[in-house]
């Protein structure tokens, strides 16, 4: 893999990607780049085909059309040394201790046996499970066997990461704590496809996104673009009576005395509180917002919210 990857020449080139299993055609014409550097969302309903788009990157399945490359070519696994995957199946070898795995790991890719030790004990430290390096993994939860197995995907600073829903199954302190590693390893240069269902990991850590929906991309840019296409800024109002029908917005979201207006073309905030106002709304907050990855998600992949009165 060249370290020389620029936004000129993207480190993952997909072109016209097609995946057939018998019949059934899993991913169809899916074209995207992934830069050097950039943490990159890889979003979609269960089903949608990350996972066999992810495989057939690696390698893993050889696909029916199209091209995928890392780094100019078709990935062989002897270019793996600086590529770390966790897949959507996790494994690793379970009847034995904690710290031996790791370095087992560690020394596959590359690492001498006293350098994997010492980034293994730090590592069992960071995510508090210090006390475990001697113990079998399968006597540790699911969530703990889940952090060993990011670490000894990340224990040799891989240039790219290809992480599939690396926070699936963690509680809200640990899934922070996680997005933090994560962040950490965008930070020191590593170029990063994550695929995740958890649309605030998306907003705090990818540069851009892609959305797939039966096999192809739905939306594709950075998150921004993606917030701009389905509705960009929306209003958000607390407000104690009926909103009123009107053409100024749309109701996109509406929660309890919560709502997000989203503004017809042309139409600007100001205009949208006096229309409020005029039709006696009591408006106790009024706010700019972008469209979150959630509702976009929501709107995309479910049945959009039905525009209801407050
Ligand atoms: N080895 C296989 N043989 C047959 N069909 C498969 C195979 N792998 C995946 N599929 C099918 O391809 C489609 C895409 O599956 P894939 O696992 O890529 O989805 P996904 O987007 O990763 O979903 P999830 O979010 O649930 O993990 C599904 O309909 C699945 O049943």
Redesign the pocket.
């Known amino acids: 893999m060249s370290a020389s990857a620029t936004v000129a020449e993207p480190l993952v080139h997909i072109r016209n990607f097609r995946m057939d299993?018998g019949t059934?055609t899993?991913v169809r014409d899916l074209s995207f780049d992934v830069f050097a550097g950039e943490t990159f969302g890889f979003l979609?309903?269960?089903?949608?085909?990350?996972?066999?788009?992810l495989r057939a990157l690696l390698g893993i399945y050889q696909p029916t059309a199209g091209t995928l490359h890392i780094a100019g070519k078709v990935f062989e696994p002897r270019d793996g040394a600086r590529l770390g995957y966790l897949p959507?199946e996790r494994g690793l070898y379970k009847k034995e201790s904690v710290l031996d795995v790791m370095v087992y790991f560690g020394r596959l890719k590359g690492l001498g046996r006293a350098g994997a030790t010492q980034w293994s004990r730090s590592y069992l430290e960071r995510v508090d499970l210090a006390d475990k390096a001697d113990v079998r993994l399968d006597k540790l939860s699911g969530g703990q066997q889940q952090k060993i197995q990011l670490g000894v995907t990340i224990m040799n600073s891989p240039e790219l990461l290809i992480l599939d829903e690396p926070t699936q199954g963690f509680d809200p302190v640990n899934r922070r704590l996680l997005m933090d590693i994560i962040e950490e390893q965008k930070r020191a240069g590593a170029t990063v496809i994550m695929?995740t269902?958890q649309m605030d990991e998306v907003e705090r850590l990818c540069d851009r996104v892609i959305l797939?929906k039966d096999g192809t991309a739905e939306a594709y840019g950075t998150v921004e673009e993606v917030q701009d296409l389905y509705g960009g800024t929306v209003v958000r109002v607390r407000c104690a009576g009926l909103l009123p029908a009107s053409d100024l917005f749309d109701v996109a979201r509406s929660d309890g005395d919560l709502a997000d207006l989203a503004p017809r073309a042309g139409v600007d905030e100001a205009q949208i509180l006096a229309e409020l106002v005029r039709h006696g709304v009591q408006v106790r907050s009024f706010t700019t917002a972008r469209t979150s990855l959630e509702e976009i998600f929501l709107r995309v992949y479910g049945t959009p919210s039905e525009p209801v009165g407050v």
Request: aromatic share 6%.
């Open positions: 299993f059934q899993a979609g309903s269960n089903g949608s085909g990350k996972t066999t788009t959507e695929v269902h797939l």
